[in-house]
Structure formats: C-alpha cells, structure tokens
C-alpha cells in the first residue's frame, strides 16, 4: 500500500512517518510538503512538493501527484490540510484515494480561525 503523509516539515509528521515505517513492510511512504527544503523531505525515498493548502492549485496538484505515484491513502499533517482535503473529500475519492480525515462539519470543529 502506497501512503501519502503531507507536511513533512510538521511535529506530526515525524511521529507518523516513525510509526508507520516500523509497523508494516508492505506500506510504502511519501512525503509532500511546500516547502523543498523540508526536513521530512529527507527522510524518505519518495516525496514531492505541492503548493501550500491556502493555493487554489493545492488540491489539484496533491490529486496529480498521487495518481501518477499510484498512492492509494493521503494522512493529512497539518490544520489547513486537513481542512482543505477534507472539503474536496469527493474530488480524491472519484479518483480512488482514501483520505484519512473527519469529513463535512466535523473537521471544522477543529478549526482555529473560528
């Protein structure tokens, strides 16, 4: 299984990417975050850059991205990611990718801003 962690210059993502890397060898790991020089981005074989979450091309590039790398799950890292994917939750699955994030109201109930 191909998975996806986002904000790979994030407290959060280290955590995953520890956790997931030691809990199974058929879980192969990416990393994307906005910033190239990310610490996160380093520690894998496979990541890529997107434009941060605030973008109107945020989505469509994280779509792009992990079709053409077959990535099958996206954990979100950061807020404003997983707000902005789980607002488009029906655009990643048309295209067969799992998000793992509250959908609808319920991740707005984490929102800082409000």
Same mark, same amino acid.
Do not use: H, W
């Given at each position: ?6 904000? %790979? ?11 997931? +890397?030691? @809990? ?7 990393? #994307?975050?906005?910033?190239?020089? +990310? ?9 890529? #850059?997107?434009?941060?979450? #605030?973008?109107?091309? @945020?989505?469509? +590039?994280?779509i792009k991205a992990c079709v053409e790398n077959?990535? =099958?799950?996206?954990?979100? #890292?950061?807020?404003?990611?997983? =707000?902005?994917t789980s607002d488009n939750f029906q655009a990643? %699955?048309?295209?067969?990718? =799992? ?7 319920? +991740? ?7």
């Amino acid at each position: 299984m191909r998975v996806l962690i986002t904000a %790979a210059g994030s407290p959060g993502f280290i955590t995953l990417y520890k956790s997931l +890397s030691s @809990y199974n060898d058929n879980i192969e790991l990416y990393g #994307c975050d906005s910033n190239p020089e +990310s610490f996160g981005l380093r520690l894998l074989k496979k990541s890529f #850059c997107v434009p941060p979450a #605030c973008s109107p091309d @945020y989505v469509p +590039s994280l779509i792009k991205a992990c079709v053409e790398n077959n990535i =099958q799950v996206i954990i979100p #890292c950061s807020d404003e990611e997983v =707000q902005v994917t789980s607002d488009n939750f029906q655009a990643f %699955a048309d295209v067969g990718i =799992q998000l793992l994030v509250n959908t609808g109201d319920m +991740s707005k109930i984490f929102d800082k801003q409000k």
